[in-house]
C-alpha cells in the first residue's frame, strides 16, 4: 500500500505543482468586476472600459485618490478569502507612510460595534514592470460588516491602473487540490518517544545568561530564529551578502548550541529571514522568483550539512510562517518549495525532524488545504495568534482594548474557542497521523487577561499532545514575560508577571521529561 501511494503522490505531484500557475481561485461572494459597479472618490480616478485608474498630477497626492465599491460581507464571515487584481504603475511616488502609496485593500468592520479594519494596502510606489499581480488576504469573523474595496493612490502622486478583468475574491487554495490523502506517518523511535518539549522563541542573538535563565525555568526546547528584517519589503536581494549574514548567524546558533549541551535543551533550527525576502505584496520572493527558491534549496543542504551531527538539534524548520496569496512559479509554490527543501536535506540528514509550515503565516485554518509531505519523520508546525484584535492589540499604542475571555469581533472567545480554531490542524493530525508543534503563540505583554488565554491555549496544546514554545524570550519588550506596562512605552522590567508564573507552571513539567528518546510525558 505504501509503494503504491508513493507513486501516486508522484504523479500527483506535477499537479499540486502547477496550482499556483493558475490565476484564479475558488470564487467566494458576488462579482467585483462590473466596471458600473465602482465610483470614483475624486476627479483623478475614473473607470475606462475593464480598467480602473488614478491618475494624480504633482502636488496633488496628499489624500486618498482611489475608486470604491460597496462588498457584501456576508458570504466572507468566518472564511480566509484572498483577494487577487492585476495592476500596473507608472512614477508612484514613495508615500511619506510605509502603509501608503498604491491602495489595494478592503475597508471593514469585525463586527457592527468594532473599529474599522483596513486589510490590505501594502506600500507599494514607482514603476511596475508590466502588469503585477497584488494580493491580500484576510481571516473575517462571523459578524464581519460594512465593507468597501478600495483601488488607488494614497498620500502619493503618479498613475496606477487595475484590470477588473483580473480581479477575483475566493479561495487560492482548496481542499480539493490535496494529495497524498492516505499518508500517515511514521517516525522512528527516538522520535515517536521523546518526551514532551516545552520551550521559547529565541532572541535575534542567545547569549550563555539566555541559556543559563531557561535551565532556571525548565525550558527544554528553543526555536532559534535566524532572522533580520523582518516583515520588510525589499531585502535579501544580493545573495552573496545574505551569504555572509547568514554564515555569522549560523556561527552564533552553533555556540548557543554548544552551551545548551549541559543545560540539556534542544533546538529548532528556524529560518525566519528568506532568500530575496518579501515583495511589495509581502509575499516571499521565493515563491515567485526562481533564483531566490534555488537559492533557499542550497541554504537548506549547507545547514543540513553543518548540524546534522549536533546533539542539540531536534528540527529544521524550513520556512517561518510562509505567504503565498499570488501565483506562483510550477514547483515554486509555498508547498512545493518545502518538499523539495525536504527532499535535498534528507539526501544529506535521514534522522533529523523536518519541520512543514502551511500558508497564510501558518495560520490554523489553512491545514484545511494543506496536503501532508510522501514522506517519513515530518512535523506539522503552526501558529497561534488568534483573535488576532486581542493578542495583537494596540500595538502602536492606539486603539480599543480587548479582553479576555469575552466576546471579541461578535465571538465569544474562551478555551473551548481556541479549540475550534485549531480544528482543522486536530483534523490534520488525525488523517496523517502526524506529530505537530506549535511553534508561536503568544498575547501581547498588556493585553488584558492575557495569562488566561496563555493558560488556555497550553492546556488545548497538552491535551493534544503537542510541543510548543512561546513567542517571545527577551526578543521585544511587548511580548517579553520579563516586562510590563500599558503600551510599547511604557514598558518596563518586572520581577516577575502573571504570564510568566503561567509559562514556569507548565515548564516545571519538564522536570520529570527526559530531553532525549525516553518516555513522552
Not at 4 to 31: F, K, N, Q, W, Y
Not at 235 to 262: I, P, V
Not at 277 to 296: P, Q, T, V, W
Amino acid at each position: 500500500m505504501r509503494k503504491t501511494t508513493v507513486i501516486l503522490a508522484a504523479l500527483m505531484l506535477a499537479v499540486l505543482g502547477t496550482r499556483g500557475a493558475e490565476a484564479r481561485v475558488s470564487a467566494i461572494g458576488p462579482d467585483l468586476s462590473r466596471p458600473s459597479d465602482w465610483r470614483a472618490s475624486d476627479e483623478f480616478s475614473r473607470a475606462e472600459g475593464n480598467v480602473l485608474i488614478t491618475d494624480v498630477p504633482a502636488g496633488k497626492g496628499t489624500q486618498q485618490r482611489c475608486m470604491e465599491r460597496v462588498v457584501d460581507m456576508t458570504p466572507y464571515r468566518g472564511k480566509t478569502v484572498t483577494f487577487l487584481v492585476k495592476y500596473r504603475s507608472i512614477g508612484v511616488s514613495r508615500p511619506p507612510e510605509a502603509y501608503n502609496g498604491i491602495k489595494f485593500m478592503l475597508k471593514y468592520k469585525p463586527s457592527p460595534e468594532s473599529d474599522f479594519r483596513w486589510p490590505g494596502g501594502n506600500g507599494m510606489y514607482g514603476d511596475s514592470d508590466g502588469w503585477q499581480w497584488t494580493s491580500f488576504s484576510e481571516t473575517f469573523p462571523a459578524g464581519a460588516t460594512s465593507g468597501t474595496l478600495i483601488m488607488g493612490l494614497q498620500n502619493s502622486h503618479g498613475r496606477v491602473e487595475f484590470d477588473l478583468s483580473t480581479l477575483q475574491a475566493g479561495t487560492l487554495f482548496t481542499p480539493e487540490q490535496r494529495v497524498n490523502l492516505d499518508w500517515k506517518v511514521r517516525y522512528p523511535a527516538e522520535i515517536a518517544g521523546h518526551c514532551r518539549l516545552r520551550g521559547v522563541m529565541s532572541p535575534g542573538t542567545i547569549r550563555y545568561e539566555d541559556i543559563r535563565t531557561l535551565k532556571e525555568w525548565n525550558v527544554n526546547l528553543i526555536r532559534a530564529q535566524l532572522s533580520r528584517n523582518w516583515g520588510k519589503v525589499g531585502t535579501e536581494l544580493d545573495l552573496e551578502e545574505y551569504d555572509r549574514w547568514l554564515n555569522g548567524k549560523l556561527d552564533d546558533l552553533e555556540r548557543a548550541m554548544d552551551w545548551a549541551k549541559e543545560a540539556g535543551i534542544k533546538f529548532v533550527i528556524d529560518l525566519h529571514c528568506l532568500p530575496g525576502g518579501r515583495n511589495l505584496n509581502s509575499n516571499m520572493r521565493m515563491f515567485a522568483e526562481k533564483k531566490y527558491g534555488d537559492h533557499f534549496i542550497e541554504v537548506w543542504k549547507r545547514i543540513a550539512s553543518r548540524f546534522k551531527d549536533h546533539p542539540q538539534l531536534y528540527a529544521y524548520d524550513l520556512v517561518n510562517e510562509p505567504l503565498q496569496s499570488v501565483p506562483a512559479p510550477e514547483g515554486y509554490d509555498y508547498w512545493n518549495l518545502q518538499r523539495r527543501a525536504a527532499e535535498a536535506v534528507r539526501k544529506i540528514d535521514g534522522r533529523t525532524p523536518i519541520m512543514i509550515e502551511s500558508n497564510m503565516a501558518d495560520k490554523p485554518e489553512t491545514f484545511a488545504y494543506l496536503s501532508p509531505l510522501a514522506m517519513d519523520n515530518i512535523i506539522y508546525k503552526v501558529h497561534m495568534y488568534a483573535p488576532h484584535s486581542f493578542t495583537h492589540q494596540r500595538l502602536a499604542g492606539e486603539g480599543p482594548v480587548v479582553t479576555y475571555s469575552g466576546r471579541i469581533d461578535g465571538e465569544m472567545w474562551d478555551r473551548e474557542r481556541i479549540r475550534r480554531e485549531l480544528k482543522p490542524v486536530i483534523e490534520f493530525q488525525k488523517r496523517h497521523n502526524c506529530k505537530i508543534y506549535v511553534g508561536e503563540f503568544s498575547a501581547i505583554a498588556w493585553a488584558p487577561g492575557a495569562e488566561k488565554y496563555l493558560n488556555d491555549c497550553i492546556e488545548v496544546f497538552e491535551e493534544l499532545g503537542w510541543d510548543w514554545s512561546y513567542h517571545a524570550f527577551r526578543e521585544w519588550n511587548g511580548w517579553s514575560l520579563e516586562h510590563e506596562g500599558d503600551n510599547p512605552q511604557t514598558m518596563k522590567p518586572a520581577g516577575t508577571t502573571p504570564r510568566r508564573e503561567v509559562l514556569l507552571k507548565y515548564f516545571k513539567r519538564n522536570e520529570k521529561a527526559q530531553s532525549s528518546a525516553g518516555g513522552a510525558e
